[in-house]
């Protein structure tokens, strides 16, 4: 990341992560405390340092996979080959399922592009994903604590997919954080409220 920034020519720039992207938006802000300004996670997971932590994530293949990529990468494989193959139409039934009542009733129908962006992500392979969901399960490799950049965790109420529980777990463990619970949501909440976390990811002055 800091050599995109580079590329960029960013000194400093805020950074956001949604679901699993949320360990990865903090380990940025871990390691690079003088150009991360301000991070958001968005339905982000907090550290899952036993098995028991896994099954409380509340959605099956993220259960299966967290452990199967550290254990059993073959067998994490293999079943991400067998989503791979989950026909749109599937996947567009799922959706919903995964959200509250205001970001379901965003995405009924969904709209292609999203499907699309499930067919896309997986075209290269799966060996990617096999490695993100293997740094998942136990020490993330920074502590939480040692973060002082400001973080704005964003947890949509209804999230059966990444509970509530999480978000909380993160804002005692981050010292300069703020819970932003979001009734009516569920784990689509950038759908809904995707202008309100840019704004919030907006220039602010350092502490």
Not at 72 to 89: D, G, Y
Not at 113 to 141: D, I
């Amino acid at each position: 990341m800091a050599q995109v920034a580079d590329l960029l020519l960013l000194d400093d720039f805020a950074f956001a992560g949604w679901s699993g992207g949320g360990p990865f938006a903090l380990a940025c802000a871990a390691a690079m405390p003088g150009r991360v300004r301000v991070v958001a996670t968005i339905d982000g997971m907090a550290p899952l340092e036993r098995l028991r932590n896994v099954f409380e994530i509340g959605f099956l293949p993220d259960e299966l996979l967290i452990p199967a990529a550290r254990w059993a990468p073959w067998a994490a494989a293999a079943l991400l080959q067998l989503i791979r193959r989950v026909p749109p139409r599937v996947l567009g039934w799922v959706l919903p399922h995964l959200a509250g009542s205001r970001d379901g009733a965003a995405l009924n129908p969904p709209p292609l592009s999203l499907l699309a962006t499930h067919r896309e992500v997986m075209s290269g392979g799966v060996q990617g994903m096999v490695e993100e969901y293997r740094h998942y399960f136990g020490s993330w490799g920074f502590d939480l604590p040692e973060i002082q950049q400001p973080v704005t965790i964003w947890q949509g109420e209804e999230d059966t997919l990444v509970p509530m529980k999480h978000a909380r777990r993160l804002a005692s463990l981050l010292p300069n954080s703020t819970l932003r619970a979001v009734p009516a949501t569920g784990h689509l909440l950038p759908v809904v409220m995707a202008k309100e976390i840019l704004d919030d990811l907006g220039p602010r002055p350092r502490n």
